[in-house]
């Protein structure tokens, strides 16, 4: 039975290797890729599930945001029979720490605030109580099943507050919903009612500004969002001043949820990325599985013409090489999973999941499964295709051709497709390279992070003041916001011309000695005077608001200091009292560009920034046990600030460092091929070979035959996988605020390196025939 | 071309056993010689042809060719060597099915120094001399095995090399094609090459000036036919 596979043990071995490397690789791959097409699919009735996005159009530039404000949901159920249920929520915070009745301490991850019908369009289970009702009862959450298993058993009625409010504030967890799934936009988070926070309306009469909902509709069977876009239109011309309208273009649309996460760009990108690189795998495996099939042929045809002679049909011998096929990819599909479970650590930093998490997605292994069939098909259907065309006296003979232009076809692919994963590779990196090196517009070096978001505002304090005594610590600085991340929008004009106005990053607030801590320079005027707090109107702003006063006044004056301005949500005008260099806010896909304002505060802020004379663990040790003396069992833990830059950077990290797999098994792939490819030409031309060495030819020039007719195939492979990473590249550029060039003369680097190992494979490989005695092969004959 | 042979000898080691395939073999050749080495199978002949064409090495004893020692050449220098001054007729022929009968004979010309001219033109002569220029952009496959040893002749002259080394050379062809093989040989003899051919053949052997008879690995007989 097993006969055909310990025949030619070593080459079938080859074989399941090749299958294996690419498989286990290219297999995960197919399961993130299915893994992002599946977000929230698992609802009941999803495919009428939609959700409400806005867009604007700014300063020229054509936004789309997938949040709303809060009036258009309950407006759109109550304009159209065609709504089944409309439901919204907005999130409130993270990390904001919770304190329970017994005095344990925990970190809720996410608050949210909803309405009461979230669960009746998300319908998940819910114990406890009813979720309509919970969710219009103040004070009253569920929260997420993992939440109440990690706060202990029966949670039904527990109270907690939070320290960061009043002591009378006073929180129970009503019910306890089973956790949306990881594939889910619906963030798993503490839901409380919108009446929980008189502070924050439910928006229900809000349909401008104030975009911070995420909007959900169910719709009655039949219906579809062309049918809803225009009443949504309708609700937008009678909500909205007209003259907002015309300046911001403002449009509420719905599109079906199930396509909402697939479809933004980042994800979009990443995906095409990941298929690229799938299919580069799974393809070349596969086509170096038939490359060594091929190699076996000239043997196992006369095996074939042996069956053929008694009697055995066509169709026997084609599902007999069918079903070897489906063994040796059985086979290397349990090792390749297996392989792949032995490394969940590395598969979570590179696809953020476990392959647990990816592999019991939905009905990915139907995906996997039409995967593994049309890899069946290729290495089985060809062969067999080639046995049953061979003619028995051809096999006898021993005429069986030799198949080469076969064999190098299948090798171009390979060439092709390591140039185009090196190439590509050379790209991430140098773009990696780049986005390491931005200037952030301030001194990170030395500066500690720590979040303290739901702390008592005066035990802040004490922890600011005790970790001032510490003698590692040069100063400290609290900001309302974690520096460099994205900021709110708000409006700015001039008292003299309200009607124009600019829309700026505000930064909220922070500590006066925040610029000089961070080393943040200057360019005009000085930060807030000492002891000034919010209320006397002092801002410090970015190099860009230069532009900003500039547009607005119609001065040309860059010197700004002293200027006054107005700003929505802060109210009353304010006086610039100094400009700093711009800093970098955002991640590395989009830079935020608009230009900043800081206000002052003398209250410790939750976001803490402390300066150590160095770095050192030793230091970080000293801040985490005074962290750790002020709030224990807090949770809060101190981190260094470049580990959160760096962090940002972590996606690019990650894809490079998944290019760079998927690049090196290409190439052990395109290797094991031309390695195999060699050895089959050696034996084929080894009479050749003899004869050359026979009439004088040296074994250099033997040597230079081979890596000749390679090069032949591999120069016009490379070229074209050149082109379609510099295709490739550009596409996962875009993606990318700040992009480094195409530089073709890297791409040139990484093709002379190909050149160079595959050359450096066929000279060793061919090195011991063209030096072989040729009487050796010659007396074969 | 002068080979001299001084207490030449062969032996083949595998892990257990040991052959000695030419023991103590001693002849010399002199310039435009035609010399049959004849003998049962197994005597050590082929053995003997491929130290003579510098395709293996003895494993003691003096080769010379022109006075100069050669048996301690490594292959780098055996090749070398070979390149134009040796020509080798195979009796399977050992033609390049890939190639045509042209570029086989143009084969050994590329390892020296000729304008394409000069090649293409040696070729031409070489076919048309061996009767086979009609074939030139013919494969081995399409061709009767008398034109495919004509092929390789052609190939082993076409450098115009000094010693022509044939192994068995009609060993596969019928009788008339192999006359006519033994008559180009016998051409190219009186045409100043030195040629050395193995052979079974009584027959082929009476084109020879002499003929040396190995029996074990041992010159049993060395007779000159021509006196």
Known sequence: MMKFFTSDLRRNLIKILCLTTGLSIGLLLVARIYFDRTYDTFFDNADRTYMLYESIEMEGKYEVYPNTSGGYAPALKNASPLVEKASRFRVLGGDILMTLGDGRKLTMDLVCLADSNLFDIFNVPVTGGNPKDILVTAGECVIPRSVAEKIGGDVIGTTFRIPELDESCRFTIAGVYDDFPLNSTIPNAFYFSMETSPEYSSGSDNFFGNDIYNSYVRLVPGATAEDINPILNTIVKQNVEKNMLEQFKLNIGAKPLASHHASQDFVQTRNRMLSLLAAILLLCSGLNFLLIAVGQMGKRAKEMAVRKCYGTPDSRIFSRVMGESLFYLAVSVVIAVALVFCFPDLCSRLLDYTPAQLFTTGNVWWTIAAVCLMLMLLTGAVPAWIYCRTPVTAAFRGNIKSRRSWKLALLSIQFFASAVLLCLLSLVARQYRMISNIDYGYDYSRIAYLDTSGANRSTRADLISELRNLSCVEDVATTSEPLGEHCSGNMVWLNSDPDRFVVIADNYFVNSNLFDMMAMEFLQGETFTVGVDSTMNQVVVEKAFIDVIKNLSGDDSDYIVGKTFSISEHGGEYVICGVVNDIHRGDVYKTDKRAGVWFPSLRPQPNIHIKLTDLSPRSMTAVQEVIDKIFPDSGFHVVTLKSMIEARMTPVRNFATSVMIAGVAILIITLIGLIGYISDEVRRRAKEIAIRKVTGTPANKIISLFIGDILAVALPSFAAGTAVAILAGRLWLQQFSEQVSLSPLSMAICVLILLILITAVIALNTIGVARSNPVEHLRNE | ?227
């Open chain 2, 1 to 227: 071309m002068e080979l001299q042979i001084k207490n030449l000898k062969k032996v083949f080691r595998t892990e257990s056993v040991m052959t000695v395939a030419l023991n103590d073999v001693s002849f010399s050749v002199d310039n435009g010689s035609f010399i049959a080495i004849m003998g049962p199978s197994g005597c050590g002949k082929s053995t003997l042809l491929n130290i003579l064409g510098l395709l293996d090495n003895p494993t003691s004893g003096k080769y010379l060719i022109d006075g100069e020692e050669v048996q301690n050449l490594n292959e780098a220098q055996r090749t070398r060597f070979r390149c134009g001054r040796i020509g080798f007729i195979f009796q399977s022929f050992n033609l390049i099915e890939e190639m045509n009968i042209r570029d086989n004979i143009m084969l050994p010309l590329n390892n020296l120094p000729l304008s394409a001219a000069d090649k293409k033109q040696r070729v031409e002569d070489a076919m048309k001399r061996m009767g086979i220029a009609h074939r030139a952009n013919h494969y081995p496959s399409q061709l009767s095995g008398g034109q495919q040893q004509r092929a390789a002749i052609a190939r082993a002259i076409v450098c115009r090399p000094g010693l022509i080394l044939a192994d068995e050379p009609t060993g596969n062809l019928d009788s008339k094609n192999g006359l006519e093989v033994m008559e180009l040989l016998s051409e190219l003899h009186r045409d100043g090459a030195t040629v050395i051919m193995v052979t079974h053949s009584q027959r082929d052997a009476t084109y020879a000036d002499r003929i040396i008879n190995l029996f074990d690995g041992s010159i049993v007989e060395n007779i000159n036919e021509k006196i």
